[in-house]
Antibody, heavy 118, light 107 residues
Framework: EVRLVESGGGLVQPGGSLRLSCAAS????????MSWVRQAPGKGLEWVAN????????NYVDSVKGRFTISRDNAENSLHLQMSSLGAEDTAVYFC???????????WGQGTLVTVSS | AIQMTQSPSSLSASVGDRVTITCRAS??????LGWYQQKPGKAPKLLIY???SLHSGVPSRFSGSGSGTNFTLTISSLQPEDFATYYC?????????FGPGTKVDIK
């Protein structure tokens, strides 16, 4: 069974930083691209970033470029999202999602809430 | 970035109804489109990939069609557990973009 468990969310002040993590199990983690998708409270879904199987390629939505960094540790079956210069617009539930090559993201974690507020 | 639109934004339907949701891309995306179902407080679930292929474990009452810029998701006979919000997603190029969602509720 594919299992994705996010952690690291919480309350952070504007301008602050936060690092999200995702623990993956139930599949061969190093064989898959992985994505982060977010959802602001009461709003729709927004794809944020993804990373290639070996970490050699990363893609980001324009609104987070230069502020967020996606990374992975295949030895630990973990995915990370380092977020900096956070603003209120980054308040959202962040989902870790498996991203099969050539297909849309398929399995999702339950999400971790990031709240940016003073 | 490719813009995705959906119609309607919401609809009311009864159990047993046939429901169709439309998704349109601002430029051609071949068949690189997925459909997701999301219930309140839960993570989205993939229903359809490659515009018309059923994801593993998804009931056959769900079907998808289309290519290029126009796509549809059809639920052939709405069940109580299908009341949810549905999103389309283009994975043709980066950044991947979602439609704004269609909320299906009980008439």
């Amino acid at each position: 069974e594919v299992r994705l468990v996010e952690s690291g969310g919480g309350l952070v002040q504007p301008g602050g930083s936060l690092r999200l993590s995702c623990a993956a199990s139930g599949f061969s983690f190093s064989d898959y691209w992985m994505s982060w998708v977010r959802q602001a409270p009461g709003k729709g879904l927004e794809w944020v970033a993804n990373i290639k199987e070996d970490g050699s390629q990363k893609n980001y939505v324009d609104s987070v470029k230069g502020r967020f960094t996606i990374s992975r540790d295949n030895a630990e079956n973990s995915l990370h999202l380092q977020m900096s210069s956070l603003g209120a617009e980054d308040t959202a539930v962040y989902f870790c999602v498996r991203d099969p090559r050539g297909r849309p993201p398929d399995y999702w974690g339950q999400g971790t809430l990031v709240t940016v507020s003073s | 970035a490719i813009q995705m639109t959906q119609s309607p934004s919401s609809l009311s339907a009864s159990v047993g109804d046939r429901v169709t949701i439309t998704c349109r891309a601002s430029q051609g995306i071949r068949n690189d489109l997925g459909w997701y179902q999301q219930k309140p407080g839960k993570a989205p679930k993939l229903l359809i990939y490659a515009a018309s292929s059923l994801h593993s474990g998804v009931p056959s009452r769900f079907s998808g069609s289309g290519s290029g810029t126009n796509f549809t998701l059809t639920i052939s006979s709405l069940q109580p557990e299908d009341f949810a919000t549905y999103y389309c997603l283009q994975d043709y190029n980066y950044p991947f973009t979602f439609g704004p969602g269609t909320k299906v509720d009980i008439k």
